[in-house]
Antibody
Framework: EVQLVQSGAEVKKPGESLKISCETSGYSFTNYWIGWVRQMPGKGLEWMGITNPDDSDTRYSPSFEGLVTISADKYLNTAYLQWSSLKASDTAIYYC?????????????WGPGTLVIVSS | DIQMTQSPSSLSASVGGRVTITCRASQDISKYLAWFQQKPGKAPKSLIY???TLQSGVPSKFSGRGSGTDFTLTISSLQPEDSATYYC?????????FGGGTKVEIK
């Protein structure tokens, strides 16, 4: 069974750094890209970017390029999303999800989400 | 980016009824459209991909149609557990983009 387990909720101050994780199991980690999706409070879904755990090829949405870093560790079967300097507007739930098939941006299995609250 | 426009933004329907949600793309996306269901406090769940293919385990009360720029999601035999927000997403061109969502309430 494919499983994506995300790290727990975080409460941070503006300007702080953060790295959240998405640990996977039940499939070959390097065969499927992992994407990240943001959901701000009461709002819809926004695509952030996607990474290939096999070779670290990473594509960002233009809206998030330079604002976050997406990575993966193929030895830990874990993907990451990180910020170097958080803003209050980064308050949201962040979901990781697995690519369903090669050469496609289609996501099928999703993690439960990580709530990030940024507040002074 | 390709813009995805869903309508309506919300609707209410009766148990046993049927609803149809529309999703329109700002340019041709062929068949590369997915539908997701999201219940409060939960992660999105994939229902349909390639416009009309049900994900494994998704009941046949959900059906999708369309190609090009116009797509629909129909939910029949409505039950209270179908109350959720439904999102479409195109994955034909990068970046993939989501519609704004349709909140479905079952009376």
């Amino acid at each position: 069974e494919v499983q994506l387990v995300q790290s727990g909720a975080e409460v941070k101050k503006p300007g702080e750094s953060l790295k959240i994780s998405c640990e996977t199991s039940g499939y070959s980690f390097t065969n499927y890209w992992i994407g990240w999706v943001r959901q701000m409070p009461g709002k819809g879904l926004e695509w952030m970017g996607i990474t290939n755990p096999d070779d670290s090829d990473t594509r960002y949405s233009p809206s998030f390029e330079g604002l976050v870093t997406i990575s993966a560790d193929k030895y830990l079967n874990t993907a990451y999303l990180q910020w170097s300097s958080l803003k209050a507007s980064d308050t949201a739930i962040y979901y990781c999800a697995r690519q369903q098939r090669p050469y496609s941006w289609l996501l099928d299995s999703w993690g439960p989400g990580t709530l990030v609250i940024v507040s002074s | 980016d390709i813009q995805m426009t869903q309508s309506p933004s919300s609707l209410s329907a009766s148990v046993g009824g049927r609803v149809t949600i529309t999703c329109r793309a700002s340019q041709d996306i062929s068949k590369y459209l997915a539908w997701f269901q999201q219940k409060p406090g939960k992660a999105p769940k994939s229902l349909i991909y390639d416009a009309s293919t049900l994900q494994s385990g998704v009941p046949s009360k959900f059906s999708g149609r369309g190609s090009g720029t116009d797509f629909t999601l129909t939910i029949s035999s409505l039950q209270p557990e179908d109350s959720a927000t439904y999102y479409c997403q195109q994955y034909n061109r990068y970046p993939p983009t989501f519609g704004g969502g349709t909140k479905v309430e079952i009376k």
